[in-house]
């Protein structure tokens, strides 16, 4: 490459280094800070009402070439099924954010994993696809409370 000035993919040479830990090895607890050796962000939108500032929202994320992750309310989903499918097909990523906006803190492990499980069915059945990601809403202060 030096010798010519060319780019010669077959004479790169390189070593891959996997990193130390995979999300996979994490525990299922929330996560509140990312490397600080790698410079990247993510966003998270949590949306459960608001409906006027989504398509303001798509356009600028769009427009600048960025994904991010939107956090349904499964009631929001109910009454938003068009909305919903078109931040799906403008791919970005979606998640869990219970179906009802309660306080998850005060309620037991059954009512929340019912919230849970109600707006994944909701999701599914409006997009086709089961989220991954939950986005508690008010925060979750016993994570352990959905995790046991």
Same mark, same amino acid.
Not at 31 to 48: D, R, T
Not at 69 to 78: E, I, L, P, Y
Not at 127 to 143: E, H, Q, R, Y
């Given at each position: 490459?030096?010798?010519?000035?060319?780019?010669?993919?077959?004479?790169?040479?390189?070593?891959?280094?996997?990193? +130390? %830990?995979?999300?996979? *090895?994490?525990?299922?607890?929330? $996560?509140?800070?990312?490397?600080? #050796?790698?410079?990247?962000? @993510?966003?998270?939108? +949590? %949306?459960?009402?608001? *409906?006027?500032?989504?398509?303001? $929202?798509?356009?600028?994320?769009? #427009?600048?070439?960025?994904? @991010?992750?939107?956090?349904?309310?499964?009631?929001?989903?109910?009454?938003?099924?068009?909305?919903?499918?078109?931040?799906?097909?403008?791919?970005?990523?979606?998640?869990?954010?219970?179906?009802?906006?309660?306080?998850?803190?005060?309620?037991?492990?059954?009512?929340?994993?019912?919230?849970?499980?109600?707006?994944?069915?909701?999701?599914?059945?409006?997009?086709?696809?089961?989220?991954?990601?939950?986005?508690?809403?008010?925060?979750?202060?016993?994570?352990?409370?959905?995790?046991?």
């Amino acid at each position: 490459m030096k010798s010519d000035g060319n780019f010669h993919k077959n004479k790169v040479v390189y070593k891959e280094k996997p990193p +130390n %830990v995979h999300l996979e *090895n994490l525990a299922p607890i929330p $996560i509140y800070k990312g490397n600080p #050796e790698k410079p990247m962000v @993510a966003l998270l939108i +949590n %949306v459960a009402w608001g *409906n006027e500032y989504i398509p303001t $929202i798509l356009t600028t994320l769009k #427009e600048s070439k960025v994904k @991010a992750t939107f956090f349904f309310d499964g009631s929001w989903v109910k009454k938003n099924p068009d909305l919903a499918k078109m931040i799906y097909r403008e791919g970005h990523e979606i998640g869990n954010h219970a179906y009802s906006h309660l306080d998850l803190k005060k309620r037991s492990k059954s009512d929340t994993i019912q919230e849970l499980e109600k707006t994944n069915a909701l999701i599914e059945e409006t997009i086709g696809i089961k989220p991954k990601w939950f986005a508690p809403p008010s925060g979750l202060t016993n994570p352990l409370r959905i995790f046991q």
